[in-house]
């Protein structure tokens, strides 16, 4: 027998009631230290990047080199959207983990 489609609605509607939870899991503090090691380790990683581009940048304008200097522009750019994407992770996650909160 089929079941009403009013009944479907209210299983779809159905809240399993689970919310994330600090501390429920161990090793959950060598997890953040790990995560944030490898967000430092990437900043790190964008200065260098973005230093080794402007040099690039630098020297295909002084050369006359067009391509080494588009080159150098673009991984200044890239490195710059790099830099704020990883300086904006936690604030990004937050948020839509916020709003993701909010669905009912």
């Known amino acids: ?49 973005l230093a080794v581009s402007l040099g690039v940048w630098a020297w295909g304008h002084h050369t006359g080199g067009h391509q080494a200097e588009a080159n150098g522009k673009k991984g200044a750019i890239v490195a710059a959207g790099a830099a704020l994407g990883l300086g904006a992770a936690n604030g990004v996650v937050a948020f839509f983990s916020a709003l993701g909160a909010q669905v009912q």
């Open 1 to 49: 027998m089929p079941i009403p489609l009013a009944d479907r609605v209210i299983q779809l509607a159905y809240d399993p009631g689970i919310s994330p939870k600090g501390g429920g899991l161990p090793g959950l503090a060598v997890l953040k230290n790990v995560v944030n090691s490898i967000n430092l380790f990437g900043i790190v990683a964008v200065v260098g990047a």
